[in-house]
């Protein structure tokens, strides 16, 4: 075979390997590019389906759990939605940056799990099932404690999505016909895959560069602000989306520490039984000599 010959037939086999990797092979420890995005798109396609349904016929629920959560923190003096609503009609330059980052911070939860996956494969997975798990464990909390944000619930907060929406979709932001889900906000799910994109980058640097590893965890303090002053959610919501992370955090944590130890209970199983000379059995296997006193 020509030289030209031997380069073509390498190409040719590096492109099919190519090809299987990003369809159904693993790639530096990843998983398959395209079934990955797949398997993500549906997670985010169910969550959503079912986000939107825990909204239904609620409205008089929520209404009523929200002033209920108003008066737990009054008592509490954590009662500040009001005035941090006032802080930013008090200054009209901040609010389309505020508008800005409550909107496009699916920018960031993307841009997160992109960079995660090419440039930390070894922590990917982890962040991923985090993120999956807090998906699966908030869908409940919906649908069992709906919530009226302060925009709808609390008399004098300015709905400034409402106003000022970049998206063009203020007022269905207030208009329980639209599909939407108005009554989700305990806990706030802004801040909590804000929190997650803060946990996912410091994991991926704590080992490498732990200075660093602390920066993103400056995205979801200032989402905590941003849906304060817009009038989107309560300081106790805020709280739920702390606790929420935490417990996802553990469920994956010890799923990973249950998957081990099969992992090294299969091991064990399979592997095979040394034979020894019978002559030698008592050696080996503790047998008492047959002979001995």
Not at 99 to 122: D, K, N, P, Q, T
Not at 155 to 179: K, N
């Amino acid at each position: 075979m020509s030289p030209p010959e031997v380069d073509a037939s390498r190409l040719s086999r590096l492109a099919a390997r190519a090809r299987s990797a990003v369809l159904v092979g693993r790639v530096g420890g990843r998983p398959a590019p395209l079934v990955e995005v797949a398997g993500l798109l549906l997670v985010v396609l169910t969550f959503s389906w079912l986000h939107a349904a825990a909204g239904k016929d609620v409205a008089a629920a929520a209404t009523a759990n929200a002033h209920t959560l108003q008066s737990i923190e009054r008592a509490l003096h954590l009662d500040i939605e009001l005035g941090a609503n006032g802080l930013l009609t008090d200054h009209p330059a901040l609010i389309m940056p505020a508008v800005y980052y409550y909107r496009l911070y699916y920018i960031v939860i993307i841009g997160m799990l992109v960079w995660v996956f090419v440039r930390h494969a070894e922590s990917y997975a982890k962040v991923r099932w985090t993120l999956v798990v807090m998906a699966l464990l908030v869908l409940p909390v919906f649908w069992a404690l709906p919530m009226s944000p302060p925009r709808l619930a609390l008399p004098g907060i300015v709905d400034i999505i409402a106003e000022y929406d970049i998206l063009g979709g203020g007022q269905a932001t207030r208009d329980v016909d639209s599909g939407r889900n108005l009554f989700s906000a305990m806990p706030s799910m802004h801040v909590g895959w804000s929190l997650w994109c803060g946990y996912a980058g410091w994991f991926a640097l704590r080992g490498s560069r732990p200075r660093l590893a602390l920066l993103p965890w400056a995205f979801p303090l200032g989402m905590a602000v941003v849906v304060l002053i817009t009038g989107n959610h309560y300081v106790l919501d805020i709280a739920g989306s702390v606790a929420l992370l935490v417990v996802s955090i553990a469920v994956v944590s010890a799923l990973g520490r249950l998957a081990k130890r099969r992992r090294t209970a299969a091991g064990r199983s399979q592997e095979p039984v040394p034979l020894h000379p019978a002559g030698n059995r008592d050696v080996h296997l503790g047998y008492e000599n047959e002979g001995g006193a």
